[in-house]
């Protein structure tokens, strides 16, 4: 796991990893923050705002983020809102052209030993 000496994980740019989404929660853990560990085998690490297009995407390579599964207490991911998505999908969708858009400051660290960091920062929304 990538934490500082206070235990925290640390997002792409090297500070605090902040909160991706409460509404609905995301996260392997569902803390609201793509953190990371040894159980999360998908690594869902990367904070995205979906689009329409993205979601649309997705779910025909059968990741369905939209649907909600009540079963699940999972809502449904809308366009606009925020979730961790696995980086080897954030890679999947890179190359085909339909990568969502990207919260660098609430994205984990972890997500660069798959994506480079210039390829995130062409996506991300958080960048001055």
Same mark, same amino acid.
């Given at each position: ?9 640390? /997002?792409? !740019?090297?500070? $605090? ?7 609905? &929660?995301?996260?392997?853990? =569902?803390?609201?923050? #793509? ?27 059968? /990741?369905? !983020?939209?649907? $909600? ?7 449904? &991911?809308?366009?606009?809102? =925020?979730?961790?998505? #696995? ?29 480079? !960091? ?11």
């Amino acid at each position: 796991m990538n934490r500082d000496e206070g235990g925290l994980q640390r /997002n792409v !740019l090297g500070g $605090p990893l902040g909160v991706c989404s409460e509404a609905p &929660v995301t996260g392997f853990f =569902r803390t609201g923050c #793509c953190d990371t560990g040894p159980q999360d085998i998908g690594r869902h690490t990367v904070c995205i705002v979906a689009s329409e297009e993205f979601l649309a995407f997705s779910k025909a390579r059968g /990741n369905d !983020l939209s649907t $909600p599964m009540p079963e699940y207490d999972f809502p449904g &991911v809308q366009p606009g809102q =925020r979730w961790c998505l #696995c980086a080897a999908r954030w890679v999947e969708a890179y190359h085909a052209g339909m990568a969502p858009q990207v919260v660098l400051n609430a994205t984990n660290e972890a997500t660069l030993d798959l994506i480079p !960091l210039e390829a995130l920062k062409r996506y991300a929304v958080d960048l001055h």
